[in-house]
């Protein structure tokens, strides 16, 4: 028992050394999280400016089109910041920083990987937060106590869901520069086709289908719910051209893709850090 | 009974047979330096030790310990400084120290006495505090040392710590390394630099191309030679045909022993004479009988060099220079990254 608990304060010790560790990185390099703030905001003055004079009831559910956006960017915004959550830990491969950790007597290496997982949700959640914020200001609106629940919630999953894919890219490529065009060629694409932009209903056949497959899209409508101040999970969040998806159904299948990434990742991990 | 226990450890990279059925032994609280030319085996041999990699075959081990099967017991009683300096540029010296303190699990007040002493061993107030990126590479690899130490380790494993290092650093390290083995800490040092392991070891193998070719102290090494080391030319460049026929000369005077025809020196004529004997004053008669002068002649005691000549036919930096051009460090460093 007494073993069990150093155990667990040990895991906490290394956790808690490796998140400081990248947080004292962003502290004194604040240029990734500032970038990761502007971005999105620029987009939502450009893009809310775009759509500013749509005629009413242009869009289903909201009253403009920044009302509409600011779902889409908040989860571009995790999105982005967890698809590059890999590269830390790729340049630690490359300039042989892992090899400090691998070496030491990490109660569990784990570790390392729950450290990029705390890391990228703190700082994905203080991108959105400031979005929202600033959403907010430009009278878009904010959510109710429950929406924030959902937002936050939502943003976790997909935090994980990405992370983890990011995590496994920097063990499986050759270098950074492989990984950055990656990120390079799945950013846009992925943003484009998901409901971030557009409904699903403006879009043609195909590429309905495309975004209503793709995971942005099962983040994006529960928050984009959550924007309507509603209490219901019931309610259909998503027309998607295979049927009507809940609030709640989205959720679900995001929460099963992530635990289904994280258990595929397991072995690559534990083949990589053992 | 040795601190370390390295049996008949292999190891491959694809085509390329690092280690060949390596053994040694290491006992508790010595020195022990291994010696041999980029691209031996040595960084293999010390990855292996240092638990980043796992042998194809073999066994290792410390404290009775199994290295590959106990792989976390072992890190938890070794210290490990790599070739190539990993720290993180961004981060002070004390933070990496700190960082690294919780790595090893080191209590808040053990660590930051700890950080403290080797702060003042290796002579490090000054720049400690300053960002890791703005260090000269002597601080880099005090730093690197300090952090390898942080936990009181058993056994302390270094790869070629001193490569590329000012003097004083240098002088700084070694010194730090003498007294951590006076202290009873078992050391393992790897280096292509002679005399930093003449200087340091207690004991020390010679690698070449992933075996062991010689083993034993510095002096027994040396004292096996047998005699002081001449140095023979007859012309400033020879030739391979000439050079053997001088050799065979050589070979039958007495007391001359040993002889090596060193290709990349001008086909000189390396050999050990005997020290009992005046064995100039014959070579001089046999090699004018055969219509030779002599154009250099330089005698030595015996280095590490001669031993290591003595066993491959070249010397260090011969061995040095050919194997520049046969190594990619590209994909070297690719096949390393986990």
Redesign the interface.
């Given at each position: 028992m007494e073993l069990k608990q150093y155990n667990l304060f040990?895991l906490y010790?290394?956790t808690?050394?490796l998140t400081?560790?990248l947080f004292?990185?962003l502290q004194?390099?604040p240029s990734t999280l500032l970038a990761g703030i502007l971005q999105p905001i620029i987009w939502l003055f450009l893009f809310g400016s775009l759509f500013s004079k749509a005629p009413e009831g242009f869009l289903p559910g909201v009253d403009s089109y920044g009302n509409f956006l600011g779902a889409g960017l908040i989860v571009f915004t995790a999105f982005s910041g967890a698809l590059n959550s890999g590269l830390p830990l790729m340049f630690d491969?490359?300039?042989?920083?892992?090899?400090?950790?691998?070496?030491?007597?990490?109660?569990s290496r784990l570790s390392i990987v729950l450290s990029s997982f705390f890391y990228i949700t703190i700082l994905s959640f203080v991108q959105s937060i400031v979005i929202m914020i600033v959403s907010y200001i430009l009278g878009y609106g904010w959510p109710n106590l429950y929406g924030l629940g959902i937002v936050f919630t939502t943003l976790i999953l997909l935090v994980l869901f990405v992370t983890s894919i990011s995590l496994c890219l920097a063990?499986v490529l050759?270098g950074h520069i492989e990984l950055i065009a990656l990120i390079f060629v799945i950013n846009l694409p992925l943003l484009f086709a998901s409901t971030a932009l557009a409904p699903i209903s403006f879009m043609p056949n195909w590429l309905g289908w495309l975004a209503s497959l793709n995971p942005l899209t099962f983040a994006i409508e529960p928050i984009r719910t959550a924007y309507t101040q509603t209490m219901d999970l019931e309610l259909v969040a998503l027309h998607a051209p295979y049927g009507d998806l809940t609030c709640k159904s989205c959720i679900l299948i995001l929460f099963s893709l992530t635990v289904f990434s994280l258990t595929i990742i397991r072995p690559l991990l534990n083949r990589?850090?053992n | 009974m040795n601190h370390i226990e390295v049996n008949e450890l292999s190891k491959s990279y694809s085509d390329i047979e690092a280690l060949k059925n390596l053994s040694l032994g290491i006992e508790a609280g010595t020195l022990f330096g291994i010696l041999g030319p980029n691209g031996a085996g040595k960084s293999t041999l010390i990855k292996i030790l240092?638990?980043?990699i796992e042998p194809d075959s073999g066994e290792v081990f410390i404290n009775n310990i199994n290295l590959i099967k106990n792989s976390?017991?072992i890190?938890?009683l070794?210290g490990?400084v790599?070739q190539?300096i990993?720290?993180?540029k961004?981060?002070t010296g004390r933070?990496l120290l700190?960082?690294?303190s919780?790595?090893?699990?080191i209590n808040k007040n053990k660590k930051i006495e700890r950080i403290q002493k080797l702060v003042d061993q290796l002579k490090m107030h000054d720049w400690i505090d300053r960002?890791c990126g703005t260090y000269s590479g002597g601080m880099k690899r005090r730093v690197d040392l300090a952090?390898g130490l942080l936990h009181l380790p058993q056994v302390l494993i270094l790869d070629e710590p001193t490569v590329g290092l000012d003097i004083e650093s240098r002088n700084i390290i070694w010194q730090l390394l003498k007294d951590l083995r006076n202290n009873g800490m078992t050391i393992i040092l790897s280096s292509h630099y002679l005399d930093e392991i003449d200087k340091l070891a207690d004991k020390l193998v010679i690698i070449d191309n992933g075996r062991v070719i010689a083993q034993g102290t510095p002096s027994q090494l040396k004292n096996k030679l047998g005699g002081d080391r001449i140095t023979l030319k007859v012309k400033e460049f020879s030739n391979q045909k000439e050079a053997e026929k001088i050799g065979q000369i050589l070979s039958s005077i007495d007391g001359i022993s040993q002889i090596i025809i060193n290709e990349s020196q001008g086909f000189s004529i390396n050999f050990v004479a005997d020290k009992e004997k005046d064995l100039l004053t014959k070579l001089k008669v046999e090699l004018a009988f055969s219509k030779f002068e002599i154009f250099s002649l330089t005698q030595s005691q015996p280095s590490l060099d001669d031993v290591y000549l003595q066993a491959t036919g070249k010397t260090l930096l011969d061995a040095e220079i050919s194997m520049a051009g046969k190594r990619d460090f590209k994909k070297e460093s690719?096949q390393s990254?986990?």
């Open positions: 040990y010790q290394e808690f050394a400081k560790r004292i990185q004194r390099r491969r490359e300039f042989g920083f892992l090899n400090r950790l691998l070496v030491a007597p990490l109660t063990f050759p990589k850090l | 240092a638990t980043l976390r017991k890190r938890e070794i490990y790599a190539d990993a720290l993180d961004i981060l933070e700190d960082f690294q919780d790595l090893y699990h960002k952090a690719k990254m986990r």
